[in-house]
Each structure stands twice: as structure tokens, then as C-alpha cells.
């Protein structure tokens, strides 16, 4: 059962994230944790400084989070980006297409699902920050911009 997936090269970042307003207060932190109802595009100022951004799903229906996820990565965060709470197994793929590569759920995800969920489908439908060509780009490459 895993505890913690990451998908990054390296250590998975340790730094304690502190909230989004405590955050944007000092100049010391490097890891940030955002719950829902707050606004990404306050840390794009300071994405050079951060390390580790957590995003908080309360609960599974709960998709901000990937709204969240996407903001950053299309802004140029290159750090590690982990999505922790109630996150599911059948959230994994969806999550990894909008850019979180480290997981951290309530619950242990078993380790065969996880794989199962992650090699179900070869191809993607529509393009993402994860970098896959969607299926359509194969047979018309030259409209590979939507």
C-alpha cells in the first residue's frame, strides 16, 4: 500500500508548507500548502523561491485543486507539485495530466491499482501541461495547437 507516490527525480521535498497568506508575508519559506477557496496566482511572483507547493482536496469531489495545479505549471513551476488529502486511485491520471507529480493521500492507495490506473490507456484526448501528444495529433500533426 503506498503512502506517498512520487513521480520526480530526486528526495521528495521535506520543508513543512506553511499557508498561502503566511507565505506571501515572509521570505524565507519554500513550501507552501493551498486549501480551497485560495487563489494560485497569488505565488507567481515567487515560484523561483518555492521547492514544494502542496494542494489540499478535503474531499475527492472537491477539483479546485487541478484548477490550481494547471495555473502554476502553465506559469513555469518547476518544483514538486503534491497532491495531498482525500485523493482516490481513479484521480491519479487526471491529476498527473495537470502537473501534480507527488501524492500524499488520507488513505493508502494500493500499489496495483495505482499501476493499473497509470498504464490503462496509451493514448490522451486532449492536450495538457504533462507534455503527451493527444491522440488526434498523431493523424494531423500539423494542428498539434488545438
Avoid at 494542494?55 to 495555473?71: E, K, M, Q
Wanted: glycine share 8%.
Amino acid at each position: 500500500m503506498a503512502e506517498f507516490l512520487s513521480f520526480r527525480e530526486g528526495e521528495a521535498a521535506q520543508e513543512p508548507a506553511v499557508t498561502v497568506e503566511a507565505f506571501t508575508g515572509q521570505s524565507n519559506a519554500t513550501a507552501v500548502r493551498i486549501e480551497p477557496g485560495e487563489d494560485a496566482r497569488e505565488l507567481l511572483p515567487c515560484l523561483d523561491r518555492l521547492a514544494l507547493v502542496e494542494v489540499n482536496f478535503p474531499g475527492f469531489g472537491d477539483g479546485r485543486g487541478y484548477s490550481a495545479a494547471r495555473i502554476l505549471r502553465e506559469a513555469g513551476y518547476q518544483g514538486e507539485l503534491r497532491a495531498v488529502g482525500d485523493v482516490l486511485v481513479d484521480q491519479i491520471v487526471a491529476m498527473r495530466r495537470c502537473g501534480f507529480d507527488s501524492f500524499r493521500p488520507d488513505k493508502p492507495l494500493d500499489d496495483a491499482a495505482v499501476e493499473r490506473a497509470l498504464t490503462r490507456y496509451a493514448d490522451v484526448y486532449q492536450k495538457s501541461v504533462d507534455g503527451r501528444s493527444p491522440v488526434w495529433a498523431k493523424r494531423h500533426p500539423e494542428k498539434t495547437d488545438g
